[in-house]
C-alpha cells in the first residue's frame, strides 16, 4: 500500500505539471475562462495510479464532521462545491445542458437509478449515470451507457481535473474531498462525452449534498425513506423528510414513493416551500400493460415502489424531451395531500427497460456449482427487513428442489454508526448452520488494488467491529458450538462460548473456508495463508458433506463488492 502511494505521488505531481505545462495557453485565465474543451489527456498514466492518487482525497470522517458542524449552513457548502466546478473548468450554467434526472432516498435510489437509466437507453438515448458506492472499481460510479466508463478514459478525464484543481489549490483553499471530486469528474465525463441524459444519485442526504449543485434538472425523485445516517441528516423521520425535499428546485416536476404520513407532510411543505410541482406514484400493479404483470429485471417485493418511480421519472423526462414547452405547475399548498400521479400506460420500451434492468449487488444470486450466494448490500432496519424476505423465499425454493442437505451460511459485516445488533436480529430468523463475519478487506495481500482501500478507518477498528457483531450475533442466538476466530495478534482472542460463529480477517479467507474447496473460481482453503486451528477444521464437514450450501452475504455494499471481486472476474477487468 505505502509502495503504490509513494509512487503516486513522486509521479502524480509530475504527471499534473506536465498537464499545465501542455495547457500552458490556457491557465493563464482567469478560472471563470476555463473551457472543458481544452484540457488535453496525459500519456503514459496508468488507471491504478489514478485511483492511489484519488484516495489521497478520502477525507470522509472529517469532512463528514465539518458537514455536521455547518448544517445550518448549506450555502457554505455549495457555495465551496461551485468554487471547486470552477476551478475544475466547469460552470453550473454548462449543468444545465445535461437534461438531469436528480434521485435521492434512504433505500431505493440506486435501483430507481439503475430502472431509469436502463430505460431511456432502451429508446436509444445516450445515458449518463452517477452512482456510489462502487463494488469493486471506482469507475463503476461513473457509467456511459450502462457501463462504467473504461479505464483509459477514466485516467484522461481524471487527470484532466486533477490537474486544473492541483493547480490552483494553494490560492483557493486546496482540493476537494474524495466525493466531492468525483461528482465533479461525473460532470465533466458526460459534457466531454455528449450524453442525452445524466441521472444523478444523490451520496448522503439532499439538501447538503455536493450534487445539489444542480440548478435545473429535468424531473426528482424521491425512493423510500428511513432512518440513516442520523449524525448528519437528524434523527427523526421528519428531518430526514426535511434534508431529501432538498433537492426540489421551482417548477421542476418531482415525485416521491408512498412514504411514512409524517414525512409526506414534510415534503409536501417543501415543495410548497419551494415552488416545486411534486405527485405519489402510484402502486407498480395500477399500471395497465398489454402483457399483464410487469416484470422486473431487480428481484424482490421492495423493488417494485422503486420501479414505478422509474416509469414516472422517464416518463416525465420524455415528456420534457418531446414536448419541451409544457408546464408543470406547483402543488397546491391548500391541497390536504399529495396528488398521485397518472397512472400512464407504460410503452413496450419501457416494460422492456425494467425487464432487462441489472443492478450488481443488489437481491443478486451467483450460482457456482453447489454453492449459491446470495448478495444484498442491505444496511438500513427496513432494507435488511426486505433482505431477509427476499433470501428466505429464495433459497425456501432453492431446497425444495434439493434432494438432499442444504447448509446456510451468513457472511456479515456492518460499518459506520449502523445499529448491526438490530440487523442481527432481522437475520436469526432465517436459521442459519454458521454465522461468519470479517472486515471489508477483499484480501490480506497487500496490492496496488486501490480501488477498495479504505484509509479512513483503521484496520483494528474493522477487527473490532466484526467482534463486536459476531457478540451480538450470540446474543441474540445463544445456542450452537463455540466461537472461533482466525484474527491473531491485532485482538485478543474471544472466549469460547456457545454460539455457531467463525470471525475471519478479510474476505477472501472467509469465502475460502464457506466453499470449502468446491468453488472453482477461489482457492483451496488448504492453500490460505492463514492456518486453520482443528476445531474450525472440524467445523466444516457439514458444508463439504452438503448437497448445496446458500450464503447470504449482506450488511455492507462494500462487502458485497469485496465478495464480487472474488466471484465476477469480469468486474475486475
Known amino acids: 500500500m505505502m509502495v503504490c502511494l509513494t ?6 505531481s509530475v504527471f499534473a505539471a506536465r498537464l499545465r505545462k501542455q495547457d500552458c495557453g490556457v491557465t493563464e485565465l482567469p478560472v471563470k475562462y476555463f473551457s472543458t474543451k481544452t484540457l488535453l489527456q496525459i500519456p503514459g498514466m496508468e488507471y491504478q495510479d489514478a485511483i492511489c492518487t484519488l484516495n489521497t482525497l ?11 458542524q455547518e448544517r445550518g449552513h448549506l450555502q457554505l457548502q455549495l457555495h465551496a462545491m461551485k468554487g471547486f466546478l470552477e476551478r475544475a473548468g466547469l460552470t453550473v450554467e454548462e449543468l444545465d445542458c445535461l437534461n438531469i434526472i436528480h434521485v435521492t432516498g434512504t433505500k431505493g435510489k440506486g435501483s430507481t437509478c439503475a430502472f431509469t437509466e436502463q430505460i431511456l437507453r432502451s429508446y436509444g438515448f445516450r445515458t449518463g449515470f452517477y452512482s456510489s458506492p462502487h463494488l469493486v472499481q471506482v469507475r463503476e460510479r461513473i457509467r456511459i451507457n450502462g457501463q462504467p466508463i473504461g479505464k483509459e478514459l477514466f485516467t484522461k478525464y481524471f487527470w484532466q481535473v486533477y490537474a486544473r484543481l492541483d493547480e490552483t489549490k494553494d490560492a483557493h483553499g486546496g482540493m476537494p474531498a474524495y466525493f466531492r471530486f468525483l461528482t465533479i469528474l461525473a460532470f465533466h465525463v458526460f459534457l466531454q462525452e455528449k450524453v442525452d441524459v445524466a441521472v444523478i444519485e444523490v451520496g448522503i442526504g439532499g439538501a ?3 450534487t445539489n449543485i444542480i440548478r435545473r434538472p429535468w424531473v426528482c425523485g424521491i425512493s423510500s425513506l428511513g432512518i440513516d445516517h442520523t449524525q448528519i441528516l437528524g434523527d427523526t423521520i421528519e428531518k ?3 434534508q431529501k425535499g432538498g433537492i426540489f428546485k421551482p417548477g421542476v416536476p418531482a415525485f416521491t414513493v408512498k412514504q411514512p404520513e409524517e414525512a409526506l407532510v414534510v415534503l ?8 416545486c410541482p411534486l405527485w405519489v406514484c402510484p402502486e407498480l400493479e395500477e399500471y395497465q400493460t398489454d402483457c399483464g404483470h410487469l416484470h422486473l429485471g431487480l428481484a424482490g417485493q421492495h423493488q417494485h415502489s422503486n420501479a414505478s418511480l422509474a416509469l414516472q421519472l422517464s416518463h416525465t423526462w420524455l415528456q420534457k424531451r418531446c414536448l419541451p414547452d409544457e408546464i408543470f405547475l406547483p402543488t397546491s399548498g391548500e391541497t390536504a395531500v399529495i396528488p398521485q400521479a397518472t397512472c400512464f400506460t ?4 419501457m416494460v422492456k427497460g425494467l425487464a432487462d434492468t441489472k443492478w450488481p449487488g443488489r437481491t443478486q444470486k451467483l450460482r457456482h456449482g453447489p454453492i449459491t450466494y446470495f448478495m444484498d448490500g442491505a444496511h438500513t432496519m427496513r432494507s435488511m427487513q426486505a433482505c431477509v424476505h427476499w433470501f428466505r423465499e429464495n433459497s425456501a425454493q432453492h431446497e425444495r428442489n434439493a434432494s438432499e442437505s442444504v447448509a446456510r451460511v451468513l457472511l456479515f459485516n456492518a460499518t459506520g454508526e449502523r445499529d448491526s445488533a438490530a440487523m442481527l436480529k432481522l437475520l436469526v430468523p432465517c436459521q442459519f448452520d454458521f454465522a461468519v463475519f470479517c472486515p471489508n478487506i477483499a484480501d490480506a495481500v497487500a496490492s496496488c488494488n486501490a480501488d477498495q482501500q479504505n484509509f479512513n478507518v483503521s484496520v483494528d477498528n474493522m477487527l473490532t467491529r466484526c467482534l463486536h457483531n459476531e457478540r451480538s450475533w450470540h446474543l441474540h442466538n445463544p445456542t450452537g458450538n463455540k466461537v472461533n476466530t482466525l484474527i491473531h495478534d491485532s485482538l485478543p482472542l474471544l472466549p469460547e462460548k456457545n454460539t455457531d460463529t467463525l470471525v475471519f480477517p478479510c474476505v477472501l479467507s472467509a469465502l475460502q473456508w464457506i466453499s470449502q474447496g468446491r ?29 448445496q450450501i446458500h450464503v447470504l452475504i449482506t450488511g455492507s455494499l462494500h462487502l458485497v ?12 477487468k
Request: with cysteine; aromatic share 6%.
Open 268 to 275: 409536501k411543505d417543501r415543495a410548497k416551500e419551494l415552488k
Open 519 to 547: 468453488d472453482s473460481l477461489l482457492p483451496d482453503p488448504a492453500g490460505q495463508a492463514f492456518p486453520v486451528k482443528p476445531s474450525v477444521a472440524a467445523k466444516a464437514a457439514l458444508l463439504r458433506d452438503a448437497t
Open 7 to 12: 509512487r503516486v505521488w513522486q509521479r502524480g
Open 561 to 572: 463488492g469485496g465478495v464480487l471481486k472474488h466471484l465476477d472476474q469480469s468486474l475486475s
Open 346 to 349: 407504460p410503452s413496450p420500451i
Open 58 to 68: 478520502q477525507t470522509n470522517a472529517s469532512v463528514l464532521k465539518q458537514v455536521r
Open 240 to 242: 430526514i423528510a426535511w
Open 208 to 210: 447538503y449534498d455536493c
